[in-house]
């Protein structure tokens, strides 16, 4: 299973966290620095996988931001990298010629994006096809601002 | 601002990432965070009461400054009562936070609970989903409480949604993992195995990752999932590309299910039904293929999608371990991964193989790749890849190869990244000690690491080298004169100091003879690094130094005067004060025997797991160490490493002739240190070296005798144990024991059912051995089988001189057992004990017959009875030479019979086994050959005991 899924940007701030098992917020804390200070030092053209702890850590850039999976130890790392792969096409698809500013000033729709794709750690659709249109759905059920402010709450 | 605004955009919120984001400085930011906390916790508390968008906004808020590292401890409420909003836009928020900030605060979960139960009972699959996702992301205990009963029904429901029920899997996942004991088995299990037929890969998907996890818990009531798995697999292989529509990934059908079908086939064994195994068979040859064809597109993504199938289909033939022509395919795909261009396949490749290498089918194919494997270690830019390259030259590591794969390693260690220093020191140090043929290469091999890595080399590392000095004492001269050499040096490290004090301090008498390495010479060598050493190296080094009074009084005198000056007796280290006072006062007022008695030489350690495995196993968790045969791992190295090697392919030996095998391995009794009381000469050359050219006693059977000294196999170093009770087999004369006191020396002749040992006891130190005593023992069963008599022996043996015994034997009836030789002496004031396994087996009353071809095979036929005859095949372990091979079966007793086998290459025997009671006729016939490295040894003889234990014997000799 994926055990957590981090975006970075290449001055190690965090964009983003999904955590698929249970960690105190300390334990994330150190995790997220080791992984950005780990990632971080990698050299160009480097393998996008590592070894840590008793994890693999699957990352890869696009570029100003870093994308970093960890999966249990017997994962198919390539298959992950493409998880990654997959999930930065949703992004685009949705955004249109997705960057780091549209995450961080959507972060929300970016986690609403990864949880139609990638839920407790497993991926839930490989359809790009059936995801977009699940977000769209989703968008759908929004209410435009004047249905929003007129419907009644409870 | 954001490139898009879709859906209801909270201006709001974009102010404030904006506000953030203009911050020029850390404490700007820190400042505009506290400044809108204390706002929104103000909006929270305050009376009036806040409408859905603004509660929504202000969580979304919250969530940002969260994301942005600051903890967040309020705002859950809000939170919560946005999840029970019926409107989707603030539902959607309210359980993003919760999923991202979750809280145990069990209030709360009370209330989340609520909030899911209203959803999941919705009926409004949108809301469904938030619930599931929700719960499958949290997974908290409570949830699974709550849910755990109702998200099966949710799953196998026939009106169920597919995106729900995908949702319900990855849910019902998520709490298994967490709390399987809440989630209940029952009828919905055989349901949702049938979901891998559904027609929605989504939904196969989903539950592919459901079921492989409970499988993995109770593999047997998910046995069906093999069948349609593998149905699902053969489809999705042999499909067209476009037939998936778009669960095809650039142009690979279903990668994703592909993997995962193949990780589901991974927690079982290859099916047993035929048919199934063989289209199993075939999907995996059809990956195998595909590797082969040119790509479909050149993106990485699409050749990715392909390697992640390969690769997951490789690690299912390794798991099945069953198929050798897969697994050779397999090795040989990854080897031409390893010279790939892309990184990341180098690296996939030598991570697989390192499992590959532990299969018996594989193990050679892996090790052809060694070239490949040094070269990335030595080229690879990427400190990932060459950590894998370790690996994997850990894992393909035998006795074939560890010198050069410690080589490579020692030399690799000099540039490696400090990372994985300390990892590949301890796999040097295992790999030396494990294959150790020769420990004077283990010790060198330790020593380098010291001297290259010192400051990676652990306490479990040098604690080890000590403890294989202890307990072989055919490498502790050595031991110390190499320690001593590496002292030498101006800056060693401190690591190296310990060693040496210890060891110098144990075993310095044995090179104390030369004067370039006298006790004060080496005395004056540790103390000149006392200086430079910490705390506990000063420690062990006094313990050194009272040792060294003990050892060689000549210097008590100058090491008293050390103990004594104030830097000791008052040091501000109470530990180094504590042992200088003691230490000077015991060499002040104990006897000479008391001191004796006191700083006796350290007892051979008990037998238990190396520290440094158990070390590696800590480093990199028990699953990621390749496997190493535990059973071979023991202090006392001397009998099982070479037990391993004698033993490799045939396994032929039982266990109690292993125990057998290992007579220096014994405990020592607690008396056992040579005490030096005056060791003036010791070390230089010994009086001498040949104690057969000493004895000029004829010997019976010459002709048939390989003698030990012509035999150039035989290593000159000391090593001399139980292996040498299985070179006598074919041989009667030559060195059975060895140590630094002792040498034992035999010569005997056989004639019929009778035979006469002399035995040499060559005292190989100046001083004299008293109360000398040498007699046979025999275990009960071996006594009414063979009768050994022994003359008594003078009790001195003068420094240099040799002392002979004549032991008469008479072989009743066929055994295999073998007598114990137990000499006891004293030594410089210590008792020294030693037993030796005399080598007297029942092939040693050999009589050998000649017979005509015709006579041989008109026998061989009337010994046709099963259990008459015995049949070995084994690799050989030595060259297979013909005249070699001819001197060893002549060697073994029997007349070796030419022009009897059609075929020239066999060998054929014949002899008559005497015993008193009766003669047992013995026909063998060897097969080499030469291509696999094998041979076949069958004898028949008309007891059948008689043939095995010979098979026994004849089978380890080649």
């Not at chain 1, 994308?67 to 792969?85: G, H, P, T």
């Not at chain 2, 030693?834 to 009353?845: E, H, R, S, T, W």
């Not at chain 2, 071809?853 to 008109?858: C, E, K, L, M, P």
Request: net charge neutral.
């Amino acid at each position: 299973m994926i055990r957590f899924l981090l975006l970075f940007s290449r001055q190690g701030k965090l964009r983003l966290q999904r955590w698929f098992t249970a960690i105190s917020e300390r334990e994330k804390k150190k995790i997220i620095r080791d992984m950005t200070t780990m990632v971080l030092a990698r050299q160009p053209r480097s393998c996008n996988f590592l070894h840590w702890k008793d994890l693999k850590v699957i990352y890869k850039r696009y570029a100003s931001l870093y994308f970093c999976l960890a999966i249990d130890n017997q994962e198919n790392e390539l298959i992950a990298l493409e998880v990654i792969q997959r999930y930065v096409e949703l992004l685009d698809k949705y955004f249109g010629n997705v960057c780091e500013l549209d995450i961080i000033f959507n972060f929300e729709k970016a986690y609403f994006i990864l949880d139609e794709f990638l839920i407790g750690g497993e991926i839930q659709e490989t359809s790009k096809q059936m995801v977009n249109r699940a977000i769209e759905a989703s968008d759908m059920l929004q209410e435009t601002m004047e249905e929003y402010m007129s419907k009644p709450a409870f | 601002m954001p490139a898009v605004s879709k859906g209801d955009g909270m201006r709001g919120l974009a102010v404030f990432i904006s506000d953030i984001r203009n911050c020029k400085s850390k404490e700007a930011e820190v400042k505009r965070i506290n400044k809108e906390l204390a706002n929104i916790r103000s909006k929270f508390k305050g009376d009036k009461a806040l409408d859905g968008y603004s509660k929504k906004k202000y969580v979304c808020k919250l969530l940002f400054i969260f994301l942005l590292g600051h903890d967040i401890d309020f705002g859950h409420m809000e939170a919560v009562n946005l999840l029970s909003s019926n409107k989707y836009t603030e539902k959607q928020i309210g359980y993003l936070f919760i999923s991202v900030l979750v809280n145990s605060n069990s209030d709360l979960i009370r209330l989340i609970n609520n909030g899911l139960k209203n959803d999941l009972n919705s009926r409004n699959p949108t809301f469904m989903n938030l619930a599931l996702h929700c719960i499958a992301n949290v997974g908290s205990r409570e949830m699974a409480e709550a849910f755990a009963s109702q998200i099966p029904s949710i799953l196998v429901a026939g009106d169920t949604m597919d995106s729900v029920k995908q949702s319900a899997a990855l849910c019902l996942l998520r709490l298994n993992r967490t709390c399987p004991d809440l989630v209940p088995m029952g009828e919905w299990t055989a349901r949702v195995v049938h979901l891998l037929n559904d027609q929605h890969l989504g939904v196969v998907t989903s539950a592919t990752s459901l079921i492989t996890t409970l499988a993995q818990k109770s593999p047997e009531d998910f046995k069906t999932s093999i069948a349609l798995a593998v149905a699902r697999l053969s489809r999705i292989v042999t499909s067209a590309s476009i037939d998936l529509q778009d669960y095809t990934y650039y142009f690979v059908a279903a990668p994703w299910l592909s993997v995962k079908l193949l990780r589901l086939l991974q927690c079982y064994t290859p099916p047993e039904d035929a048919a199934l195994r063989s289209r199993l068979t075939e999907c995996l040859e059809t990956i195998l293929n595909k590797a082969q064809e040119p790509p479909k597109s050149k993106k990485v993504q699409h050749s990715n999608a392909k390697n992640a199938v390969l690769f997951e289909a490789i690690a299912l033939i390794i798991h099945y371990d069953s198929e050798p022509t897969l697994l050779v395919r397999a090795c040989n795909q990854l080897g031409q991964f390893l010279q790939h261009r892309e990184t990341n396949l180098r690296y996939l490749a030598l991570e697989s193989m390192c499992t590959l290498a532990s299969s018996e089918f594989s193990h050679e194919a892996v090790k052809t790749h060694i070239d490949t494997v040094i070269n990335a270690l030595k080229t690879e830019r990427d400190v990932s890849v060459r950590q894998r390259a370790v690996d994997l030259l850990y894992a393909m590591c035998d006795r074939s190869n560890s010198k050069q794969i410690v080589a490579e390693m020692l030399s690799y260690l000099e540039n490696a990244d400090y990372s994985i220093r300390e990892e590949i020191v301890l796999k040097v140090a295992i790999l030396a000690e494990k294959y150790a043929v020769d420990y004077t290469w283990y010790v060198d091999t330790i020593l380098n690491l010291i001297r290259m890595a010192g400051d990676y080399v652990s306490e479990e590392v040098w604690y080890r080298v000590i403890q294989i000095v202890i307990n072989r004492d055919d490498v502790q001269g050595y031991a110390a004169k190499t320690v001593f050499e590496a002292l030498q040096a101006p800056a060693c490290h401190e690591n190296l100091v310990k060693v040496g004090g210890y060891i110098l301090g144990e075993f310095g008498n044995l090179i104390a003879g030369d004067s370039r390495s006298s006790p004060l010479v080496q005395f004056d060598l540790l103390h000149s690094k006392f200086h430079l050493c910490s705390v506990p190296t000063r420690a062990l080094l006094l313990s050194a130094y009272i040792k060294f009074i003990n050892l060689f009084p000549e210097v008590k005198a100058t090491i008293q005067e050390v103990l004594r000056s104030d830097s000791q007796l008052r040091n501000a280290d109470v530990e180094l004060q504590q042992r200088a006072i003691e230490y000077l006062r015991l060499s002040c007022i104990a006897s000479t025997d008391i001191l004796a008695t006191v700083l006796e030489e350290m007892p051979p350690f008990p037998e238990r797991e190396s520290s440094i495995l158990a070390k590696l196993k800590r480093k990199k968790g028990p699953g990621n160490v390749p496997d190493i045969d535990d059973a071979r791992w023991n202090v006392n190295g001397n009998g099982n490493a070479e037990q391993s090697e004698s033993a490799e392919g045939t396994n032929k030996f039982s266990p109690s002739l292993m125990a057998d095998l290992l007579p220096t391995n014994r405990p020592r009794p607690a008396s056992s240190s040579p005490t030096m009381l005056s060791a003036g000469t010791m070390g230089s050359a010994h009086p001498f070296t040949d104690l057969l050219n000493l004895n000029s006693s004829p010997s019976a059977g010459a002709s048939l005798l390989v003698d030990v000294l012509s035999d150039s196999s035989t290593p000159a170093s000391a090593d001399v144990s139980e292996e040498n009770f299985s070179r006598f087999v074919c041989k009667n004369n030559g060195v059975i024991f060895e140590n630094q006191l002792l040498q034992i020396g035999l010569k005997s002749e056989y004639r019929q059912n009778l035979g006469r040992i002399y035995v040499f006891f060559g005292n190989k130190t100046s001083a004299q051995f008293l109360s000398f005593s040498s007699s046979v023992t025999s275990s009960d069963t071996l006594k009414t089988q063979l009768n050994v008599h022994t003359k008594p022996v003078d009790p001195t043996v003068e420094g240099g001189a040799q002392l002979q015994q004549i032991l008469n034997i008479e072989c009743l009836s066929d055994f295999t057992d073998a007598p114990v030789l137990d000499i006891q002496f004293r030594y410089g004031g210590a008792l020294q004990n030693i037993a030796v396994k005399l080598p007297v087996m029942l092939n040693k009353f050999f009589q050998p017959t000649e017979m005509a071809s015709q006579d041989f095979f008109q026998r061989w036929k009337q010994l046709g009875v099963p259990q008459q005859e015995v049949q070995t095949i084994f690799k050989a372990k030595h060259p297979m030479d013909t005249d070699v091979t001819n001197a060893k079966i002549l060697g073994f007793g029997v007349a070796l019979l030419d022009g009897v086998d059609p075929s020239p290459a066999n060998f054929v025997g014949a002899g008559v086994i005497h015993t008193k009671n009766t003669q047992v006729g013995c026909l063998l016939r060897l097969e080499p050959n030469t291509q696999a490295l094998m041979y076949r040894l069958t004898l028949r003889t008309s007891r059948e005991s008689v043939s095995q234990r010979l098979c026994d014997l004849l089978s380890d000799q080649f």
